[in-house]
């Protein structure tokens, strides 16, 4: 043998295993892709179409494992890792890895697991990233083990099929957002491949909005499977052989053109194509088909998500998608989320309102073209719209009115199926209350008196006047500005600068007192005093809560400037908002905005109970909101006394954090329902009474200790009970530990159908209520195993010294 071939056999002998599956395009066992690390190019199919590696979500330190195109300029995911349809993020440093027993495995830096595919048959021997889009895993047969086109998310690929009862594409929430959104697509057992909006606590499917007909009644004739083929063609497979195509007509030419259809996040089911030799066009995708053709009008369901959300009106685009906009006197529920619904900025009117119902009570705002038609639950037939206004005005469930060929139709919020329709030929009136109106945003200062305003514009005008508007003025007016106004800048008081740079309004006592009719109406009774409800005028009166500050250490009026200052200078949808607050003499008051459903023990602990999934999604805004506030605001702050008296519940039962960074004010040792430290029995993290440091981690302790409390509806000492089931954190844990958690919700049907959840939170829980500090996740960990995103492992006993703290 020639020697420089041999040398050349012998080199390429030496080479890695894993540079010799690059080359081959196979991706062997031990190869590996690490989250964040630039250096490592993602596993390409043979022509470089397609890459699979780690995708940065949108203003996130996580990644998750996807798909995409890779020649299009903009990035277009076509499959992602997921967790029963939520999105498998990692933080940087995180590992995928093929191994031989299990797969693919995505771990955490620390070694955790939190997501692998499995294998169904023998070990796994390479990956290979084909020119279709689809991984696969198979062993040394070459028998496929794994494929990601049997575990589809938003998209379908050519040669890409759906099982009749079988796999389900999933939305997105948002554009951006992978968890589960609010549409699906299936083909459903009886042979309907339909479109169906879902329930997202429960992935409860709604009625469908979009269906095949292909039905048939002894499934002889059924739908058996969706197929895009390798021509571009989307069809359902009849068990008899007959296709019956979901995109009609020609397609584009599939030799030349990428092509996909996708579920978008607004429900439009869409069939797209981008040339293949071309990366322009701005990277977009040409639409070839929209399913339904009219989103706006497709959806007639009566109950389940619209593409707009509650409350939210829905136009078609030139693409055929959803444009959601809010009606007059409504706003976004979530302003970074425009198909979420929106809310009214007006307190609906309560039957239980004890005041006059006619017709000059109220404003009646016409909205162009728009409708709900679905909303509709009364129908009066007057002669003109003004019977029609004041029957809406006489009936106190009427939040909306429209007046069409004759008829009154009578509607309520929330409002569903919104659109708006230039065919529409009725007239559509939003019902208010005359000088009604709700906080939103921040408030502004105080405008000047009209004494002090005309003080002011009579000096601008004789300067004006004398100076015969020559250039001079400017220079008189920019003098007078420097030494007049700039000097009485330099004595603007604590309170006012406090005041301007949070953004409050500063109040007078007598101003609050007034407010409050005299401290008459007590709204609660909290940590560090009372709360009493009152009304200020902001262009209107307007419902506020005033809290009169009565435990807070004295002469510490330079402390409660900075920690107002804090808090005015926080904004997130799931604290309670400060309006503003007085600092005057030795008063100290807090303006909040008003919550008309009170605190959350007034819901847990009483008779009036909230079901289950009213119980989640309030869980979910009390971690949120707490990750805003250890690690998303501007300065960092620990509550120090999370409870549910400190989780307030607005008209939505959306919950809201209240008392946050007012721990620093505390007096201690002022009442037997503070510790020695800070905080409430029962909620107190154990590393108070050690003498060890405070940190965030005391707050994930007592909302562990509050998330139980939610779980069960029950507190966490419980005298009235057994003692065995009197400690809560010790009952919980004995529960999980003997597979009983059923227990903890037996009277509660919702719950216990949902157990898996159920089994995920108590898991979190006890996490959360770790003795040992360092061995509670953080809030935004939280977040994430309560969401299902990071898989939650079995937690430790939390109280392995068996302390027990009285």
């Known amino acids: 043998?020639?020697?420089?071939?041999?040398?050349?056999?012998?080199?390429?002998?030496?080479?890695?295993?894993?540079?010799?599956?690059?080359?081959?395009?196979?991706?062997?066992?031990?190869?590996?892709?690490?989250?964040?690390?630039?250096?490592?190019?993602?596993?390409?199919?043979?022509?470089?179409?397609?890459?699979?590696?780690?995708?940065?979500?949108?203003?996130?330190?996580?990644?998750?494992?996807?798909?995409?195109?890779?020649?299009?300029?903009?990035?277009?995911?076509?499959?992602?890792?997921?967790?029963?349809?939520?999105?498998?993020?990692?933080?940087?440093?995180?590992?995928?890895?093929?191994?031989?027993?299990?797969?693919?495995?995505?771990?955490?830096?620390?070694?955790?697991?939190?997501?692998?595919?499995?294998?169904?048959?023998?070990?796994?021997?390479?990956?290979?990233?084909?020119?279709?889009?689809?991984?696969?895993?198979?062993?040394?047969?070459?028998?496929?083990?794994?494929?990601?086109?049997?575990?589809?998310?938003?998209?379908?690929?050519?040669?890409?099929?759906?099982?009749?009862?079988?796999?389900?594409?999933?939305?997105?929430?948002?554009?951006?957002?992978?968890?589960?959104?609010?549409?699906?697509?299936?083909?459903?057992?009886?042979?309907?491949?339909?479109?169906?909006?879902?329930?997202?606590?429960?992935?409860?499917?709604?009625?469908?909005?979009?269906?095949?007909?292909?039905?048939?009644?002894?499934?002889?004739?059924?739908?058996?499977?969706?197929?895009?083929?390798?021509?571009?063609y989307l069809y359902v497979l009849r068990a008899s052989g007959i296709r019956v195509l979901l995109t009609p007509g020609r397609v584009v030419s599939a030799a030349e053109n990428y092509q996909r259809v996708t579920l978008n996040f607004d429900g439009v089911f869409v069939q797209y194509s981008h040339p293949k030799n071309s990366t322009g066009n701005g990277g977009k995708w040409s639409v070839i088909r929209t399913m339904p053709d009219n989103i706006c009008t497709g959806i007639i369901g009566l109950e389940g998500n619209t593409p707009c959300g509650f409350n939210g009106v829905c136009r078609l685009s030139t693409d055929q998608r959803p444009i959601c906009s809010c009606p007059q006197r409504f706003s976004l529920l979530d302003p970074n989320d425009p198909h979420g619904g929106c809310r009214p900025d007006f307190y609906p009117q309560f039957c239980?309102?004890?005041?006059?119902?006619?017709?000059?009570?109220?404003?009646?705002?016409?909205?162009?073209?728009?409708?709900?038609?679905?909303?509709?639950?009364?129908?009066?037939?007057?002669?003109?719209?003004?019977?029609?206004?004041?029957?809406?005005?006489?009936?106190?469930?009427?939040?909306?009115?429209?007046?069409?060929?004759?008829?009154?139709?009578?509607?309520?919020?929330?409002?569903?199926?919104?659109?708006?329709?230039?065919?529409?030929?009725?007239?559509?009136?939003?019902?208010?209350?005359?000088?009604?109106?709700?906080?939103?945003?921040?408030?502004?200062?105080?405008?000047?008196?009209?004494?002090?305003?005309?003080?002011?514009?009579?000096?601008?005008?004789?300067?004006?006047?004398?100076?015969?508007?020559?250039?001079?003025?400017?220079?008189?007016?920019?003098?007078?500005?420097?030494?007049?106004?700039?000097?009485?800048?330099?004595?603007?008081?604590?309170?006012?600068?406090?005041?301007?740079?949070?953004?409050?309004?500063?109040?007078?006592?007598?101003?609050?007192?007034?407010?409050?009719?005299?401290?008459?109406?007590?709204?609660?009774?909290?940590?560090?005093?009372?709360?009493?409800?009152?009304?200020?005028?902001?262009?209107?009166?307007?419902?506020?809560?005033?809290?009169?500050?009565?435990?807070?250490?004295?002469?510490?009026?330079?402390?409660?400037?900075?920690?107002?200052?804090?808090?005015?200078?926080?904004?997130?949808?799931?604290?309670?908002?400060?309006?503003?607050?007085?600092?005057?003499?030795?008063?100290?008051?807090?303006?909040?905005?008003?919550?008309?459903?009170g605190t959350l023990a007034n819901f847990l602990f009483t008779k009036t109970k909230i079901n289950w999934n009213q119980r989640i999604q309030i869980a979910f805004g009390i971690a949120r909101g707490l990750v805003y506030l250890h690690e998303e605001c501007s300065t960092q702050i620990i509550h120090c006394d999370i409870k549910p008296q400190n989780i307030l519940l607005d008209d939505y039962y959306n919950a809201k954090i209240s008392d946050f960074g007012l721990a620093k004010l505390l007096v201690l040792d002022q009442s037997q329902t503070f510790t020695a430290i800070r905080g409430t029995k029962g909620y107190v993290a154990p590393e108070w009474f050690r003498n060890m440091a405070v940190t965030v981690k005391a707050d994930v302790y007592s909302f562990g200790v509050l998330l139980l409390e939610i779980i069960c509806g029950r507190k966490c000492v419980d005298t009235d009970v057994s003692a065995e089931r009197g400690l809560l954190i010790d009952w919980a844990y004995d529960c999980y530990r003997e597979g009983t958690i059923s227990a903890l919700v037996e009277d509660d049907d919702e719950a216990m159908n949902d157990m898996k959840k159920l089994e995920r939170f108590v898991m979190v829980a006890i996490w959360c209520i770790q003795e040992d500090p360092a061995l509670r996740p953080t809030m935004k960990m939280v977040v994430l195993m309560l969401e299902g995103i990071v898989q939650v492992t079995a937690p430790p006993c939390p109280c392995p010294f068996s302390t027990v703290f009285s």
């Open 1 to 232: 043998m020639d020697s420089s071939l041999a040398c050349l056999l012998f080199s390429l002998f030496l080479l890695p295993r894993s540079l010799l599956a690059q080359n081959t395009n196979n991706i062997m066992v031990g190869s590996s892709l690490t989250a964040g690390d630039n250096k490592v190019r993602p596993w390409l199919s043979p022509s470089e179409d397609f890459a699979f590696g780690f995708h940065q979500l949108e203003k996130k330190d996580l990644y998750l494992p996807a798909i995409w195109y890779n020649k299009i300029s903009t990035k277009t995911i076509v499959w992602y890792a997921n967790i029963e349809y939520e999105p498998a993020v990692a933080p940087p440093r995180s590992k995928l890895e093929l191994t031989a027993d299990r797969g693919l495995v995505l771990t955490s830096p620390q070694g955790a697991e939190i997501w692998k595919s499995g294998i169904n048959l023998g070990e796994a021997a390479n990956g290979f990233m084909n020119d279709t889009g689809n991984f696969i895993l198979s062993n040394s047969r070459s028998e496929i083990l794994w494929e990601s086109f049997d575990y589809p998310t938003d998209t379908l690929l050519p040669g890409q099929t759906l099982e009749r009862g079988g796999q389900i594409l999933s939305s997105r929430l948002t554009e951006t957002n992978f968890s589960r959104g609010r549409f699906q697509f299936r083909l459903i057992p009886d042979g309907n491949a339909v479109l169906n909006s879902n329930n997202l606590p429960t992935g409860y499917a709604y009625a469908a909005y979009f269906f095949s007909n292909t039905v048939d009644s002894n499934l002889s004739n059924a739908g058996l499977r969706v197929v895009f083929n390798d021509s571009g």
């Open 352 to 597: 239980e309102e004890n005041v006059s119902n006619s017709l000059k009570d109220f404003d009646f705002f016409e909205l162009e073209n728009t409708d709900w038609p679905t909303s509709d639950y009364d129908r009066y037939t007057p002669s003109n719209v003004e019977e029609c206004q004041n029957a809406c005005s006489e009936d106190c469930f009427c939040n909306v009115v429209v007046f069409k060929e004759g008829n009154c139709w009578k509607k309520k919020l929330p409002l569903s199926n919104g659109r708006r329709d230039d065919d529409f030929n009725g007239k559509t009136f939003i019902k208010v209350r005359k000088g009604n109106y709700t906080i939103r945003g921040p408030p502004l200062l105080p405008s000047p008196t009209p004494s002090e305003k005309k003080n002011k514009d009579s000096l601008v005008l004789v300067v004006s006047v004398l100076l015969g508007g020559s250039v001079l003025v400017n220079f008189v007016l920019s003098f007078y500005h420097l030494f007049f106004y700039h000097k009485k800048s330099k004595r603007i008081p604590p309170v006012a600068e406090t005041a301007a740079e949070s953004n409050l309004r500063c109040f007078s006592y007598k101003e609050l007192f007034i407010a409050t009719n005299g401290f008459k109406e007590v709204a609660g009774r909290g940590s560090f005093g009372i709360v009493y409800k009152g009304e200020i005028e902001m262009a209107t009166k307007v419902p506020v809560a005033v809290k009169k500050l009565d435990r807070i250490v004295e002469e510490g009026e330079k402390e409660f400037r900075t920690e107002v200052k804090v808090i005015g200078q926080t904004h997130h949808k799931n604290l309670v908002q400060l309006v503003g607050f007085c600092d005057e003499g030795q008063h100290r008051l807090l303006v909040y905005e008003f919550m008309s459903n």
